[in-house]
């Protein structure tokens, strides 16, 4: 008799769980506001509470890093060595050229990413979940930090605002899988849309406008900055890494890695993008 | 009592999995906390008592992730439930349950987790890398679970025989 009743009383107790969660799917899908609301209500709550937890574990998180990552840094730091004597010697050569496009550009009253203010943050968090690529930030809408904001860091782009409470931001990272950014290479000026994808650092370079185009190893890419695009132009994204030739000449598949390192980013900037003097670009989700 | 018990699990589990095993991550991988938890409670309690943990417990983590809210919480919810229905045929004494059972429905509920939210509108999740990311979790949740069964334990309270 005990187990009868268990078990009728368990059916009824599941259903109304899995129609209930069903329904929140369904209307976080559309673009409740109240959901929304919700969420940035418990960041907010809980935001005192992580600071102080992070603070008092920062010692245990710096011993866990070095214990599990001491093998990569004698090689990152000989490869990264060698990258700044090449480009010491690149910026040199460009000093140049680079005067010449910065009066052009001064005539030409083209926005440059050097003329975009923003506003710094901090890194405080990676993502809670382990299929996202995301980053939490100390700032929120309080601080100017909003939704569709660009975010970079010294080296070049790490990702756009996607949510932001009042004291809190979430950054989608551009290894995040449904998070495209239209770029253009360096040599041929190809327009090109970068795709991460789940479990890899290696983003995609798809949608390229010329599929003959030649496009080297070591190529850098570049947001495309086209007209009411979700980013500046000419910011650095990635380097043209592997370039898989299997399916033929004409669909190679090209895979780029970020020139950002995503794993160890301490602060950033989240760029007022488009500046003010023009309207405000429609968030496409995408980039572009 | 005991739902204050479990709402303080709820919220320190929460807190944790946000704030500090963001940086405690193995190949790019962290613990499901919450997920361990409700494995626990299930296992504690019964069927019921997981669900609903699972429910609340989802739904707390949800507030934090990209994936739309609920999936968490239905995914939470219906592993609890089957933990809990098979629980009442396993071996009470054993100190490896707890890393097995942890490990084992850690791994599950990571594949239930993947398909709702691939349901649910999530991209490019079923690829090869993600597997991986499955099973390096899985090996997680089995060592997270020895501190978080004891916890779940003194939050379910006394065992209610009744309840069984």
Known sequence: MAVYRRESRRRPIIALIVITSLALISLDRGGNGAIATVRHAARDAIAPVQGVVQDAFHPVSNVFDGVTK???LEAENAKLRSRVSTLEGKLSR?????????QLARLLDIPDVEDVTGVVARVIGGPAGNFERTLTLNKGTSQGVVVGMPIVAGDGLVGKVTDASRTRATVTLIDNPGLGVGVRTEQSREQAVTQGRSGDKLLRLSFIGNPRTKIAEGEL???AGVEGAAYPPDVPVAR???????????DPDIFVEPLVDLDKLVFVKALRWPPRTSSPAGDTGTGS | MR???CFLLIVSLVVLQT???TSLRVFDTGPDLLLVATIAVAYERGAEAGAVFGF???LAIDCF???PLGVSALTFALVGYGVGVFQSGLIRSSRWMAPVLGGIGGLVGGMVWVLIAALAGQEDLFVAGTLRTLVIAAGYDALVAFLIFPFARWACGDHDLAHR
């Open chain 2, 56 to 58: 609340v417990g989802g």
């Open chain 1, 70 to 72: 001491v093998d990569g």
């Open chain 1, 221 to 223: 890419v570049f947001t």
């Open chain 1, 94 to 102: 460009e000093r140049g050229v680079g005067e010449e496009y910065s």
């Open chain 2, 3 to 5: 739902w204050i018990r």
């Open chain 2, 19 to 21: 704030a500090l095993f």
């Open chain 2, 65 to 67: 992730l990209s994936s």
């Open chain 1, 240 to 250: 043209v890494v592997k370039i898989d030739r299997q399916r033929g000449e004409l």
